[in-house]
């Protein structure tokens, strides 16, 4: 379905209330809500496909757990888990899904601190072609 909300989903506060918003904004404007858990996949190592399965299973739980508390939302909501780094994962599946907006939420940094870390929220903003709604972490 085109013109989805995409919801970068980690399980955190900050993560909660993206959804939360995401979920409100589906309703009013008709539109259905991705639930997205993206992680970095390892580079190398002994333990790289181990290592690799349990980040798949912590998104499928999370994800799975995201869905679960939108029973009776009354909007439509699919997941997706995806091995690559968050930008590039949302990036991905908003141009998949031809999506309306990429909603995510704040970890509670500082504005300072999330530009020189590179923090999703910024780095989104300065990528993406479609709208960015950031939601504040409730306090």
Do not use: N
Not at 4 to 31: F, K, P, S
Not at 43 to 61: C, S
Not at 94 to 119: D, F, H, K, N, Y
């Amino acid at each position: 379905m085109a013109g989805e909300l995409i919801v970068g989903y980690d399980g955190t506060d900050g993560a909660r209330a993206a959804l939360a918003e995401a979920v409100e904004l589906g309703r009013q404007l008709g539109a259905g809500v991705v639930v997205a858990f993206a992680y970095e996949p390892p580079a190398l190592g002994a333990e790289v496909a181990d290592h690799r399965r349990l980040l798949e299973e912590r998104g499928k739980a999370l994800t799975d757990e995201a869905l679960a508390s939108l029973g009776g939302a009354g909007v439509e909501a699919t997941a997706a888990v995806v091995g690559a780094r968050p930008v590039e994962a949302l990036l991905t599946i908003a141009e998949e899904q031809q999506a309306r907006m990429i909603v995510v939420g704040t970890g509670g940094e500082s504005p300072l601190m999330g530009v020189v870390l590179g923090a999703t929220p910024y780095r989104l903003l300065h990528r993406s072609t479609v709208p960015v709604l950031v939601v504040p972490t409730p306090a």
